[in-house]
Each structure stands twice: as C-alpha cells, then as structure tokens.
C-alpha cells in the first residue's frame, strides 16, 4: 500500500476531471480525494497498492478527453487510511 499526493495544472478545471478521477480511482481500486484549487489546479490524495496506484498516476497525465494536462508533481506521503475515493470541493 502506498499514498501518493498529484497536483495537476492545465487545462484541467471545467472539464470534468474530478468526476473522471472518481472513476479510474474506482476501477483501480484506490482510495483518497480529489478536488479543485483555487490556483485552478486539481488535487489529488490517493492511496492503494503500488500497480494499481502506478495506473492511476499513469492516467492523471492525460486525464479525461477535454483535460489539457501541463504538469503533473507527486509527492510519496504517510499512509492516512481512507475509506473510500470522494469527490471534494
């Protein structure tokens, strides 16, 4: 099990990203959060085993159809224990 922090700046606010992130975060089974920034950007706590968080950073460099991705930074953290994957605001 692993806990990976991801900002993503870009187009990526408005075109449902945070939605979409809920849904690969369901099909790979990782736990966490999402939600806007105010500097427009999308943050993301995100907690699983390693392949499957592998994936799902692998994903958040592309994002949903309309996402316009320009940079992407992870940070490793502590394990916090979610529950579930929610969407935030």
């Known amino acids: 099990m692993k806990h990976t922090s991801i900002k993503i700046s870009g187009k990526v606010q408005g075109v449902y990203f ?50 316009e991705v320009q940079h992407v930074d992870l940070k490793e953290g502590i394990i916090q224990g979610f529950a579930r994957f929610e969407v935030k605001r």
């Open 18 to 67: 945070r939605a979409s992130t809920k849904n690969m975060a369901e099909k790979w089974d990782i736990k966490g959060f999402v939600r806007n920034e105010r500097d427009e950007s999308v943050y993301i706590e995100a907690e699983g085993e390693d392949e499957n968080l592998k994936q799902f950073v692998a994903w958040c460099y592309h994002g949903p159809l309309h996402a």
